[in-house]
């Protein structure tokens, strides 16, 4: 096997902050597989869930006690760590406690919260929209670029055409790569039922194959939301990956790792 010698990036916690207790759970279980798989480790959890399918969705446990925790736990493990903003203004208070700001799918042409991504100078990670080609997200890199992001990463979440479904065209990352960006695989998001109820539903016996498709794509890093306990999760409760089988799930993509570097 040759030897891996870029780092591999893996995103993953919980879908939102619920207590600072599932944090330090799902960070301190993840945190040592990642460095056993030498992993580019980045802890997320969403601050705030500001789209809901259904006005009584969980939203969060207030943006700033939020934020305070994502940084106490991915400093007490000595991670990096990443959450989503969804406004202009929320870049710069967001930046104060994490080190990558990322881009919800349904957001990333908003132009003025790209900038203001940007301008913090931290990575972005923009999540392609489910309504995008992916061409199109070289045009999104620039704007946070161009206001003075350290650097883009693109994320490939799946593409809607209706009906309550996501496709995952794996040509997409191909494309994507022709921006020069990393590129990661959203292996969660990727397998949602968007709305259809309330809240969204999703095809969780997918996400390990459609992973292991991904790795044998090439891709610079992988996303994916692990909880406890995911049936009782406050979000995304059908497509959040059980934390207790992560273990076994990381070490399968770490194997897949060195084998399609061997090739290159």
């Known amino acids: 096997m040759s030897k891996v010698t870029k780092p591999f990036i893996l995103i993953a916690g919980p879908c939102v902050v619920e207590s600072v207790d599932l944090l330090h759970e799902v960070c301190e ?95 972005v990670n923009i999540k392609k929209g489910q309504f995008l080609a992916p061409d199109d997200m070289g045009k999104q890199a620039e704007k946070a670029l161009h206001s003075g992001a350290h650097s883009v ?45 309330e809240q969204s539903g999703g095809l969780r016996e997918f996400i390990k194959p459609l992973a292991r498709a991904a790795m044998g794509v090439g891709i610079d890093g992988i996303f994916i939301e692990t909880h406890p306990n995911p049936e009782k999760a406050l979000s995304d409760s059908a497509t959040q990956f059980p934390l207790s089988q992560m273990k076994r799930f990381l070490y399968e993509l770490a194997e897949l790792r060195h084998v399609i570097t061997s090739f290159e």
């Open 29 to 123: 279980t993840i945190s040592p597989i990642a460095k056993e798989c030498q992993f580019d480790f980045v802890f997320k959890s969403s601050f705030r869930k500001a789209n809901r399918t259904s006005i009584k969705g969980f939203t969060g446990i207030g943006d700033i006690q939020a934020l305070e925790h994502i940084q106490a736990v991915s400093r007490h493990l000595n991670v990096r760590c990443t959450t989503d903003i969804h406004e202009s203004h929320e870049a710069e208070m967001a930046a104060q406690y994490v080190d990558i700001l990322q881009i919800p799918a349904f957001l990333c042409r908003q132009t003025e919260l790209l900038q203001a991504a940007g301008a913090t100078g931290k990575i």
């Open 153 to 197: 990463w693109l994320t490939e979440r799946g593409t809607t055409f209706g009906y309550h479904d996501l496709v995952v065209d794996f040509r997409s990352l191909m494309i994507m790569k022709e921006t020069h960006h990393p590129i990661i695989y959203d292996a969660t998001h990727s397998l949602q039922l968007p709305g259809g109820g």
